[in-house]
């Protein structure tokens, strides 16, 4: 859903252009409070993977294709604040790098692609965690749920964004009708990937995922023959096989984004994506306009004079995943740094005097 250049008038690309940087420094102060040691290590791998994940175009109709969004897989993964900036990050390289989307209607693209899919899909995860059994497998489900519904929503606010300034005259109800309808088809490929990817994650480090927290059962006491929560009682252990470190889990990580990236985005489907789709048949497309780094090195994801397609296609795709995840890493390093820095001394004190008079007092209850 990569929105070229020429596609919305600019009045209307600049104002999404300070929307985008308004959430985008809203999303800078959260992810302070969303990584902490397990997210922060997490986040860089998280754009890298995105990035790699949406070079893989899945068939959905006939001459249509798809790719993930990622805005659902972020936001769960590590949290709506840092998500937003995953997909961000994913979209700026994209856009300078690859040619892959408009840098006039970048404003546009992460409004759509970062900001829309992870509140919509966060918003509604919350809501399905909180009414479903408080399991691992009620995770996945509200994943799926989740991501499913992010991709229309994202659809639906490129057709008001073009009702408002879009630059062809068009029916828009026919837009929305052919947007909606084939990114609902689009949806079920995100919500699957979204689903699969939580679940593997929940499988070896549950702690790892953001939006699993606290889904862990609390240690019971019997008095009076009721059980009750054990006051002060530290969650169950995880299992061995969630014990997995840090760094295995990023290291699995990486290769796979690579592996993707570098050898099955070959294998990809060819066919327009759903904007593409919509936009070659309503007339959209009539005002689009060439991107301004269309002669980068690295334009249309192949590496300039490599002749052979797929090794061109592979080292852009390696390139890329190594480039995200640097920047990405570096971000969000600095954002926690900064973390680090606004916590003084003499308010760590406080917190674990806290803590200790809290834990104290729950021994002695029990």
């Not at 008001?160 to 026919?174: C, H, N, Q």
């Not at 059980?227 to 299992?239: C, I, K, N, T, Y």
């Amino acid at each position: 859903m990569h929105v070229p250049d020429g596609f919305i008038n600019a009045p209307t690309a600049a104002a999404t252009g300070v929307i985008a940087a308004g959430a985008i420094a809203v999303s800078l102060r959260g992810a302070r409070r969303e990584l902490d040691e397990r997210t922060a290590p997490l986040a860089g791998l998280v754009a890298a993977f995105i990035f790699a994940v949406q070079m893989l175009n899945f068939p959905v109709a006939a001459g249509t294709s798809g790719h993930l969004l990622g805005g659902a897989l972020a936001a769960i993964l590590v949290g709506p604040y840092t998500g937003i900036l995953c997909v961000s990050v994913v979209l700026l390289m994209q856009g300078i790098l690859f040619a892959d989307g408009g840098l006039t209607a970048l404003g546009v693209n992460i409004t759509n692609m970062a900001i829309v899919t992870t509140v919509v899909a966060y918003a509604l995860f919350r809501g399905l965690v909180k009414v479903l059994p408080r399991t691992r497998r009620s995770v996945t489900v509200a994943s799926f749920v989740a991501a499913l519904v992010s991709v229309p929503a994202a659809a639906l606010a490129f057709t008001l964004m073009y009702a408002i300034g879009g630059t062809t005259d068009v029916s828009i109800g026919k837009v929305a009708t052919a947007m909606v309808g084939v990114h609902l088809l689009i949806g079920i490929g995100e919500a699957v990937i979204t689903a699969l990817t939580v679940g593997s994650v929940i499988a070896v480090r549950p702690d790892l995922v953001y939006g699993a927290r606290g889904l862990t059962q609390k240690l019971k006491l019997r008095v009076n023959g009721e059980l009750v929560d054990a006051p002060g009682a530290e969650p169950e252990p995880a299992p061995m096989a969630a014990r997995t470190s840090h760094r295995k889990v990023w290291a699995a990580g990486l290769v796979a984004s690579l592996v993707l990236a570098g050898f099955v985005s070959f294998y990809a489907s060819a066919d327009p994506d759903g904007l593409e789709k919509v936009a070659t048949d309503h007339g959209i497309d009539k005002q689009a306009e060439e991107h301004a780094v269309a002669d980068s090195p690295l334009a249309d994801y192949g590496v300039k004079d490599v002749d052979d397609a797929r090794l061109s296609g592979g080292l852009a795709g390696v390139i890329g995943v190594g480039v995200t995840v640097v920047a990405g890493s570096a971000v969000f390093w600095a954002v926690r740094r900064r973390r680090s820095d606004d916590t003084s001394p003499s308010d760590t004190t406080d917190t674990t005097d806290t803590t200790d008079a809290t834990s104290t007092t729950s021994t002695t209850s029990v």
